[in-house]
C-alpha cells in the first residue's frame, strides 16, 4: 500500500509539471493536471490542497537549495578573503558553480520556476535574486576595501545592471531546454565574459 501511494504521488507530479511547462500557472487548471494523471479533481486535491500548493511543491526544493548553495558561497568568500594565499582563491566558486551543482540537476524545475511561475510569489524571483546578491556584493566591496583591495567604486544601480546580465546569461540555457553538454560550453564562454570583469572591479589580480 504505502508503496502504491508514492507511486500515485509521484505520477500527480509528473503530470503538475507537464501542465505548468506547458501551459503556464495561470493557464494551468486543475482539471487537466487530473486528467494528465489519471484522477478526479477530488482525488487530486488528496494530495494538495490547492494549485499553489502544487507548483510550490515543485519549485520549493530548489530554491531551498539555491538559497542553501548562495550562504554556504558567502561564508565561504569571506573566507578566502580573510585566509587567502592569493587572490584567485575569491573566485574559485562562482554562480557557474550554483549552475553546476545545483540547478543542472533540477533543470525541469528551475525552467518551470523561470519560466512559468507568473501569477505566483515566485514570479519575480530572478529579480529578488539579483537584489539580494546585489546587497551582498556591496557588503563585499566594503570588506575587501578595508583589507586593502583597490576595489573599483560602483553604484548600486551600475551593479544591478550588472548583476541581472549576468545571471541572465547564467541562466539562459536552462530557460531555453539546452542540453548538459551545451550548458557546460555556454558556462566555459559567460566565464571567459564575465570574469575579467569581475575581477578588476574588486581590485583583484589578472589571472596568468
Known amino acids: ?3 502504491d501511494k508514492t507511486l500515485s504521488h ?16 495561470e493557464g494551468a487548471s486543475v482539471r487537466s493536471i487530473g486528467e494528465r494523471a489519471g484522477m478526479t479533481s477530488a482525488g487530486l486535491y488528496r494530495h494538495y490542497p490547492d494549485k499553489a500548493a502544487m507548483f510550490d511543491s515543485i519549485v520549493e526544493p530548489v530554491i531551498n537549495a539555491i538559497e542553501q548553495w548562495a550562504a554556504d558561497h558567502k561564508k565561504n568568500a569571506y573566507q578566502h578573503v580573510e585566509n587567502r594565499t592569493d587572490d584567485s582563491d575569491l573566485f574559485a566558486e562562482t554562480f557557474l558553480d550554483l549552475i553546476r551543482d545545483i540547478i543542472i540537476p533540477h533543470k525541469v524545475e528551475f525552467r518551470l520556476l523561470l519560466t ?7 514570479e519575480n524571483f530572478v529579480n529578488d535574486f539579483v537584489l539580494s546578491n546585489q546587497a551582498e556584493m556591496m557588503k563585499m566591496f566594503d570588506y575587501l576595501k578595508s583589507k586593502g583591495f583597490p576595489v573599483k567604486e560602483i553604484s548600486e544601480e551600475e551593479l ?3 548583476l541581472s546580465a549576468y545571471l541572465t546569461a547564467c541562466f539562459e540555457p536552462v ?3 539546452f542540453s548538459d553538454e551545451q550548458i557546460e ?4 564562454t559567460v566565464r571567459e565574459f564575465f570574469l575579467p570583469g569581475w575581477r ?3 581590485g583583484m589580480q589578472k589571472e596568468p
Open 1 to 3: 500500500m504505502p508503496r
Open 10 to 25: 509521484e505520477k500527480v507530479n509528473r503530470a503538475i509539471r507537464e501542465e505548468f511547462l506547458e501551459k503556464g500557472f
Open 116 to 122: 512559468s511561475s507568473r501569477g505566483t510569489k515566485y
Open 160 to 162: 544591478h545592471i550588472l
Open 175 to 177: 530557460v531555453h531546454g
Open 185 to 188: 560550453e555556454h558556462l566555459s
Open 200 to 202: 578588476n572591479l574588486m
